[in-house]
T-cell receptor, first 115, second 109 residues
Framework: DGGITQSPKYLFRKEGQNVTLSCEQNLNHDAMYWYRQDPGQGLRLIYY???????QKGDIAEGYSVSREKKESFPLTVTSAQKNPTAFYLC??????????????FGDGTRLSIL | EDKVVQSPLSLVVHEGDTVTLNCSYEVTNFRSLLWYKQEKKAPTFLFML????IEKKSGRLSSILDKKELFSILNITATQTGDSAVYLCALTGTYKYIFGTGTRLKVLA
C-alpha cells in the first residue's frame, strides 16, 4: 500500500536534547512538508521541500531543521532551541508544491512532549 | 497576506441534523480549495474545488466554491456520530498550502 509513515507515534524530549522525527513516503511524490498542530489551531508549516537536496523554511522554522537526501525521506529535527516543542507533528507529501492545487497526503503524526 | 478563516470554530448537533461549515479566504494566485476530515490522526482528503458554482458530492457530504465572494461551504446532511471530527479547509496558493484553524464538529447520538 502506498502511503506516508511517520515514526515514532509518541516521543518524549528532555531539556537540552535534540530529537528527530522520521517521515518516509512511497508515493513517488516530489514535494514533502512538515506541519505543527497545536490544540485549537490549524496546521502551521515548519519546512517544505520541492525536490531532493532542497528545502525551504515555512512560517515557524525557528528551532527546527530538516534534510532531504532521498526522495522518500524527510526527517525533522526538533532542536534544543525550540523552547515550546510540545505539539502534534504531521508530515505530508504531494505530487508537487501546490502548483496545480493537488491535495496532500498525510502521515498519522508524531506527538512530542517534554519530560 | 494569504489567509483562510473557518466558521464556526465548533459545533454540536444531534444525529440526523444537517450542518453547514464555512471557509472564507484571501489568496494571491488561487489554485484550489481543499477540504479534509481529521479524526484522531491524519487528515483525510474530502474534496478539491477549483471552479465556482460546481458542487462536489460524496454521499451525504457536498461542497461548493464561490470565487467571486471568496468562500466555500461544506454541507453534511443526516449527520451520524461517525461524522464527529475536525474539518479543515486549505487553500493552495503560490507553492504553499494555507490551512484554516478547522471546525470541530461533534454529533450526539
Amino acid at each position: 500500500d502506498g502511503g506516508i509513515t511517520q515514526s515514532p507515534k509518541y516521543l518524549f524530549r528532555k531539556e537540552g536534547q535534540n530529537v528527530t522525527l522520521s517521515c518516509e513516503q512511497n508515493l513517488n511524490h516530489d514535494a514533502m512538508y512538515w506541519y505543527r498542530q497545536d490544540p485549537g489551531q490549524g496546521l502551521r508549516l515548519i519546512y517544505y521541500s520541492q525536490i531532493v537536496n532542497d528545502f525551504q523554511k515555512g512560517d515557524i522554522a525557528e528551532g527546527y531543521s530538516v534534510s532531504r537526501e532521498k526522495k522518500e525521506s524527510f526527517p525533522l529535527t526538533v532542536t534544543s532551541a525550540q523552547k515550546n516543542p510540545t505539539a502534534f507533528y504531521l508530515c505530508a507529501s504531494s505530487i508537487e508544491v501546490g502548483r496545480h492545487g493537488q491535495p496532500q497526503h498525510f502521515g498519522d503524526g508524531t506527538r512530542l512532549s517534554i519530560l | 497576506e494569504d489567509k483562510v478563516v473557518q466558521s464556526p470554530l465548533s459545533l454540536v448537533v444531534h444525529e440526523g441534523d444537517t450542518v453547514t461549515l464555512n471557509c472564507s479566504y484571501e489568496v494571491t494566485n488561487f489554485r484550489s480549495l481543499l477540504w479534509y476530515k481529521q479524526e484522531k490522526k491524519a487528515p483525510t482528503f474530502l474534496f478539491m474545488l477549483t471552479s465556482s458554482g460546481i458542487e462536489k458530492k460524496s454521499g451525504r457530504l457536498s461542497s461548493i466554491l464561490d470565487k467571486k465572494e471568496l468562500f466555500s461551504i461544506l454541507n453534511i446532511t443526516a449527520t451520524q456520530t461517525g461524522d464527529s471530527a475536525v474539518y479543515l479547509c486549505a487553500l493552495t496558493g503560490t507553492y504553499k498550502y494555507i490551512f484554516g484553524t478547522g471546525t470541530r464538529l461533534k454529533v450526539l447520538a
